[in-house]
């Protein structure tokens, strides 16, 4: 299924054809608007010519640096964030052989069955810069957008991963369902600051 959740349609090309590419678009969704981090990674390819992790953890800091900051800049803080995007390429080329979708395909150790929804979660949660929250909408998206089978993954994605739910980006298929889900975010930040 063809992701559209940039509103570009080679960005969202990109994040659709590559796992890496996807996966460093969840890692950039913080404090920034989401067609924003996930068109992160494009402006990463054009301006490495690759989002390969190899490529990416092999980059001088300071040249990955300056490419996070041309502008448009992938993100608002790019110190913080080029460094988490090399830490995490490092991790997927130096523990996965590279291949970002082997996090969610690869069977267990001395099994030969895919990982379920539980085990695709923990593993999400060891990766540089994936919280509970980050890993459970990443696995939604696979879930509901990219054709993760893996048994139980709604159960591990907890509310994101609720069928109708317009919770986060893993609900997003168009400029509609986009308003929806800004729209259930922005009244949860109200409900949620006027608790506290």
């Given at each position: 299924?063809a992701?559209?959740?940039?509103g570009?349609?080679?960005?969202?090309?990109?994040?659709?054809?590559?796992?890496?590419a996807?996966l460093?678009?969840?890692?950039?969704?913080q404090?920034?608007?989401m067609?924003?981090?996930?068109?992160g990674?494009?402006?990463i390819?054009?301006r490495l010519?690759?989002v390969?992790?190899?490529t990416i953890?092999g980059?001088?800091?300071?040249?990955?640096?300056?490419?996070?900051?041309?502008s448009p800049a992938v993100?608002r803080?790019?110190g913080?964030m080029?460094a988490?995007?090399q830490s995490?390429?490092?991790?997927?080329?130096?523990?996965?052989?590279?291949?970002?979708?082997?996090i969610?395909?690869?069977?267990?150790?001395?099994?030969?069955?895919?990982?379920?929804?539980?085990e695709?979660?923990?593993?999400l949660?060891?990766?540089?810069?994936?919280?509970e929250?980050?890993?459970?909408?990443?696995?939604?998206?696979?879930?509901?957008q990219?054709g993760?089978?893996?048994?139980?993954?709604?159960?591990?994605?907890?509310r994101y991963?609720?069928?109708?739910?317009?919770?986060?980006?893993a609900?997003?298929v168009?400029a509609?369902?986009l308003a929806?889900?800004?729209a259930a975010?922005?009244?949860?930040k109200a409900?949620?600051?006027d608790k506290?």
């Amino acid at each position: 299924m063809a992701l559209n959740i940039t509103g570009d349609a080679p960005a969202d090309a990109l994040l659709t054809d590559d796992p890496f590419a996807l996966l460093v678009g969840m890692l950039l969704d913080q404090q920034v608007p989401m067609e924003t981090a996930f068109a992160g990674p494009a402006k990463i390819r054009d301006r490495l010519g690759s989002v390969d992790p190899a490529t990416i953890a092999g980059t001088d800091p300071d040249r990955f640096l300056e490419a996070f900051r041309e502008s448009p800049a992938v993100h608002r803080f790019p110190g913080s964030m080029a460094a988490r995007v090399q830490s995490l390429a490092a991790v997927v080329r130096d523990e996965w052989a590279g291949d970002a979708a082997a996090i969610w395909t690869r069977p267990a150790e001395g099994s030969g069955e895919a990982p379920d929804g539980a085990e695709v979660l923990r593993r999400l949660q060891a990766l540089p810069g994936f919280g509970e929250q980050k890993a459970r909408i990443f696995l939604a998206l696979l879930g509901k957008q990219c054709g993760l089978q893996a048994p139980g993954w709604r159960e591990a994605a907890g509310r994101y991963g609720e069928e109708g739910s317009e919770a986060s980006v893993a609900d997003i298929v168009d400029a509609e369902s986009l308003a929806r889900v800004r729209a259930a975010k922005k009244a949860a930040k109200a409900a949620k600051a006027d608790k506290g």
